[in-house]
């Protein structure tokens, strides 16, 4: 007689335990009770970490499969938290949540448990789910605003470029605007500062800047004349109704000598009709210099420059006597155009009380002043008869202007620096006093070594611009930056993306530079260098840069820093000796073409100290220096 195995006969038993459950359970015979007990809580298991669905004839129980389902728990939290996409989002919900996932198989289970064991297996099973589903909703919110992001990231557009529809119309500055940068860049080129600030120029002001320092008083009749807009009740604070309040302003900042042009919207009560307006624009000027310097012979040759400069070279100009009480003598001036005679702008000899109250001793310092507004010259040169249109905003009437005042929007669209063809303006002196356009064509200057000797000779007086000042290294705001982080340029080979903090309150600044081939990143960083800083902002390679790092390089395509001593603070302005004027600004440093003047004297000496005209540039500390003497700066 044969004899089966022992483990033979123990699956056999089992399958006919299973049978036997099975037909209790599809019978619903009295004696399933008694089958359950013996079937307890466990269930046949195929591997310790796959329990779902299984045929192995390993016995399990409810805590096995709770651990199990915990694990898959975890593992979907841990994908969860990798997704970046809604898309891998929904993906990971299908493999765990869907209907062949782990979570819905476990509930097979379910028809093989006892009545008592299994609201234990659904809890289980319901907890998990419930806390997936959870994850999966915080995530999808997440990851929809990501998504909305990375979108928007992907189509923004740069609000700042010209709209350029398919007929090519990309706008047009305002007549306004085009009239009063005219104004401005004929008195820059004479050598005026132009002061637009917030803080120097001021809409709203104080009764005191408006009349008091302009020899004024509360009760001057002249006030009649200039009825504004008071914002407070003792009428201390007021909508400004002339410029003339910035040049108080300027006297208390700033020591004569000093020539500036104050351009800004003033404010009036007035009716408005087709010559008058509550609200216009002005453009002032002041030039003060020691005394005897300045004369009405300079003020009317700067005048009669800049109405020729305006309205053209044959332009007929006639003054007349008239009152304003901030100048002692005043005129008022009148132009010959398209047949009879306007009046265009009043000028006069600062009056001594503005002096005084501004702290200035008028027995040391005079000087001139005029003012125009300028809706006037707009309506002249273009032949406007009503004051209204030039706010209305109809595009019909302002598609009448050119772009820009000199016709400049190609060169604007390029980028490119605009000259116009007939400019005759310079940064030298002339041999010669300018007395009319015609002189201007056929001046001579000197050599630019002899310029400084040429200052030395006695000035004629004649009528004739106020002349300019000199260019030097003093135009140009060098300051001691440091280099906090650099990285490469995403679109360029050959430039480095450098943050640099000069100690500004706006924070540090970004500046693209070519030094690639020359420094490593780490080399860069945290290095004290030295900055141009008033050069405007441009794009390099779509990268804003504003300013530009020193160095200097030597013939054979060596290039190093120009660094400041050690000791030197971060803010601190780079000075030569001899030369100690004020920066210009941005717009001057462009539009007189200053680098080309100053960058070609500046190098380094035999030592490696860097120098301008042999000078030193020098701080608090000492002297700046680089590591490739003889050689240029730039």
């Known amino acids: 007689m044969r004899f089966l195995p022992a483990t033979v006969l123990m699956v056999c038993a089992a399958s006919l335990q299973a049978d036997a459950f099975a037909f209790q359970s599809s019978t619903s015979n009295p004696l399933r009770s008694s089958f359950a007990s013996t079937a307890a809580t466990t269930l046949p298991r195929s591997h310790p970490q796959q329990l779902f669905m299984s045929s192995n004839t390993e016995e399990i129980s409810i805590a096995d499969i709770q651990s199990e389902l915990e694990q898959v728990q975890a593992d979907f939290t841990s994908k969860l938290e ?14 765990y949540l869907g209907k062949k996932g782990p979570v819905n198989k476990s509930m097979g289970y379910m028809r093989s448990l006892p009545n008592e064991d299994k609201p234990k297996l659904g809890a289980v099973v319901n907890s998990v789910k419930d806390t997936l589903e959870t994850l999966m909703a915080e995530a999808k919110e997440r990851l929809e605003f990501a998504d909305i992001e990375a979108e928007m990231e992907a189509q923004a557009i740069d609000v700042t470029l010209p709209g350029i529809d398919p007929m090519g119309n990309v706008g047009r500055r305002h007549p306004l605007s ?18 637009t600030s917030c ?29 504004t807009f008071y914002l407070t009740e003792d009428r201390e604070l007021m909508l400004r109704t002339h410029t003339s309040a910035v040049q108080i ?7 004569p000598p000093l020539r500036i042009v104050a351009p800004g919207r003033v404010y009036r009560r007035d009716d408005i009709d087709a010559t008058h307006s509550l609200m216009f624009h002005q453009v002032e000027i002041l030039a003060l210099e020691k005394s005897g310097e300045l004369d009405l012979g300079h003020l ?69 002043a005029a003012g125009f507004g300028v809706e006037r010259f707009a309506m002249i040169i273009h032949g ?89 290294v003093s135009k140009l705001d060098i300051r001691v930056g440091v280099i906090n982080k650099v ?39 945290g290095r004290k260098v030295l900055v141009l800083a008033n050069l405007k902002s441009r794009k390099l390679v779509g990268f804003p840069s504003h300013g530009m790092v020193l160095c200097a390089s030597s013939e054979d395509g060596k290039v190093e820093f120009v660094e400041p001593p050690e000791g030197a603070e971060i803010g601190e302005r780079v000075m030569v000796e001899g030369f100690d004027g004020e920066p210009a600004t941005e717009n001057q440093v462009i539009k007189k073409k200053m680098l080309d003047a100053i960058f070609p004297d500046l190098a380094t000496d035999d030592s490696g100290v860097a120098t301008y005209q042999g000078k030193p540039l020098s701080t608090s500390a000492g002297a700046c220096t680089s590591g490739i003497k003889n050689s240029p700066i730039a």
């Not at 990798?82 to 493999?95: H, I, K, N, P, T």
């Not at 401005?184 to 500062?193: E, K, L, M, N, V």
């Not at 480095?496 to 690639?516: H, M, N, T, V």
Request: charged share 35%; with cysteine; glycine share 6%.
């Open 82 to 95: 990798a997704c970046e996409s809604m898309a891998g989002a929904e993906a990971l919900r299908v493999e």
């Open 178 to 195: 085009m009239t009063m940068d005219k104004a401005i860049d004929i008195f820059t080129a004479i050598g005026y500062d132009t002061v």
């Open 199 to 227: 803080e120097d120029s001021p809409e709203i002001e104080t009764d005191y800047y408006c009349f008091e320092a302009l020899n004024c008083p509360k009760d001057h009749p002249a006030r009649d004349m200039q009825d």
């Open 249 to 255: 302003r300027q006297l208390e900042k700033r020591k």
């Open 300 to 368: 009317k040759g700067t005048v009669e420059h800049f109405l020729k400069e305006m309205l053209g070279p044959q332009i007929k100009t006639r003054f007349r006597g008239s009152f304003f009480p901030f100048t002692e003598p005043s005129m008022e001036v009148d132009v010959f155009f398209r047949g009879r005679w306007m009046e265009v702008l009043g000028c006069g000899m600062v009056d001594p009380r503005v002096l005084e109250k501004a702290g200035i001793d008028p027995e040391e310092y005079s000087g001139f």
């Open 384 to 472: 406007v008869s009503d004051l209204r249109e030039f706010v209305k905003s109809d595009v019909r009437f302002l598609e009448q202007f050119p772009h820009f005042y000199d016709d400049g929007l190609e060169s604007f669209l390029r980028g490119d620096e605009f000259v116009k063809e007939e400019d005759l303006r310079t940064d030298q002196l002339p041999l010669e006093l300018i007395e009319d356009y015609e002189d201007l064509k056929t001046a001579k200057y000197p050599p630019r070594e002899a310029e400084a000797k040429s200052e030395k000779k006695e000035k004629k007086k004649k009528s004739a611009p106020a002349p300019a000042g000199p260019i030097d």
């Open 487 to 525: 990285w490469e340029h995403e679109e360029a080979d050959k430039l480095y993306c450098e943050e640099i903090d000069l100690g500004e309150e706006g924070g540090p600044r970004q500046i693209a530079s070519g030094l690639k081939a020359h420094y490593s990143l780490e080399e860069m960083e």
